[in-house]
């Protein structure tokens, strides 16, 4: 079946630091990869996606890596601040219906 | 992007009873779903809820404990039956609105069995 794991589940970093959090997918057919950060008392927010046929996506400060030989996923975040601060899920889409198997969470810290 | 909204947004209720939780949509959708967020944990997908059939509910959840209505296409209903406290968890409504799009969420509602 479907897995989706995290390397990390707790991350810190300096102000102004570059982010790295990764995110593992089992074996899968799902061609549709997303990362949401959810804050305190909120629901999942959407960051970013990419699609299988890319490798590298880039938004506001932001990048995803897809590694499908490894099956691996990453969210790059640059100069980070505190407002990151926030726990952040990667999900994939499986099948044509929308719904999401999420990852375990990877919680990020930013110090001051 | 789509405004979604969840009531209530957290609620106390005593082991035994039921409680419903509502999401309103701004627009019109087809694809709706409910998950299930414990403590600490991530997100786990509860049923699928679409306009004009029945709920499909995902391994580990029964219609009996969580039923769902589904009247249009802009609201829904997930309704925990029965709670113990293990129900404590925060229930998120989303929806999707097509293929390599992402998945919108409502707040959530915080909900706490004592």
């Known amino acids: 079946g479907e897995s989706v794991g995290l390397h990390l589940p707790t991350l810190s970093v300096q102000e102004g630091d570059n982010s790295i959090i990764n995110c593992a997918y089992s074996?899968?057919?799902?061609?549709?990869f997303i990362w949401y950060k959810q804050e305190s008392g909120k629901g999942p927010q959407f960051i970013i996606d990419?699609?299988?046929?890319?490798d590298k996506r880039q938004g506001q400060r932001v990048t995803v890596l897809l590694n499908k030989t490894v099956k691996h996923l990453s969210l790059q975040i640059a100069a980070t601040q505190p407002g990151d601060s926030a726990v952040y899920f990667c999900?994939?889409?499986?099948?044509?219906?929308?719904?999401?198997?999420f990852g375990k969470g990877t919680k990020l810290s930013v110090k001051p | 992007s789509a405004v979604i909204s969840q009531k209530p947004s957290r609620d106390i209720c005593q082991r035994g009873t039921s409680l419903t939780i509502q999401c309103q949509v701004d627009?019109?959708?087809?694809?709706m779903f409910w998950y299930r967020q414990q403590p600490g944990q991530s997100l786990t997908l509860i049923a699928t809820?679409?306009?004009?059939?029945?709920?499909?509910?995902e391994s580990g959840f029964v219609i009996d404990k969580f039923p769902i209505s589904r009247p249009n296409l802009t609201f829904s209903t997930l309704t925990v039956s029965n709670m113990s406290p293990e129900d404590s968890s925060i229930y998120l409504c989303?929806?999707?609105?097509?293929?390599?799009?992402?998945?919108?969420f409502g707040q959530g509602t915080r909900l706490t069995v004592v």
């Open positions: 999900a994939l889409v499986t099948g044509s219906q929308g719904n999401l198997i």
């Open positions: 074996n899968s057919a799902s061609d549709y």
């Open positions: 990419i699609r299988s046929n890319m």
């Open positions: 627009s019109q959708v087809t694809m």
């Open positions: 809820a679409n306009q004009g059939s029945e709920a499909t509910y």
């Open positions: 989303s929806i999707w609105t097509g293929l390599n799009t992402e998945a919108f």
